[in-house]
């Protein structure tokens, strides 16, 4: 496993409750989580050789991911597509850059002067969430609080990603 495993993991928790479930036809708790899992694994191949925890800004554009209006990050398409959800630029609405760096997650939005950090982990491994999810989802929060993934769900989306 990359050493991005947490981080991804609160990447694609983040985007999960980003998705609007009131479009037609509304999204199962099961495309939900399918979803997340899928972003999580993609995003921890797609950062498996380009990740610096000595020099965090490096490779920083690389790991970027983005959602600005009909133009959507192919790494949110793949997920989508793979947990059978339709309209993807439907039921994204939010417009901004994430960077999933090692040791923290930050959201710039369109309107944003600075990106807020959504989570972090000090130096000595003290994790800080700073965002929690209020919306669509109530596996999301356990995922979030309980960063225990089991073997058999990585390896279940990797075999769908791969």
């Known amino acids: 496993m990359p050493e991005a495993t947490r981080e991804c993991e609160v990447a694609s928790c983040w985007w999960t409750s980003q998705l609007d479930t009131g479009v037609a036809p509304p999204l199962t708790e099961d495309q939900l989580s399918k979803f997340q899992m899928a972003l999580q694994s993609i995003l921890e191949q797609r950062y498996d050789n380009h990740w610096y925890p000595i020099d965090p800004e490096r490779g920083t554009a690389y790991r970027s991911i983005s959602s600005e ?78 960063s225990n993934l089991t073997r058999e769900s990585l390896l279940e989306v990797q075999e769908i990603v791969s």
Request: aromatic share 6%; net charge positive.
């Open 69 to 146: 209006g009909r133009s959507m990050d192919q790494v949110i398409t793949q997920a989508a597509r793979l947990s059978g959800i339709p309209n993807i630029t439907g039921r994204l609405k939010v417009q901004c850059i994430m960077w999933v760096d090692p040791s923290s997650v930050k959201v710039a939005f369109s309107h944003a002067k600075k990106p807020n950090i959504i989570w972090q982990r000090n130096e000595e491994g003290v994790e800080q969430l700073t965002w929690r999810h209020t919306g669509n989802s109530a596996h999301i929060n356990q995922r979030l609080v309980n």
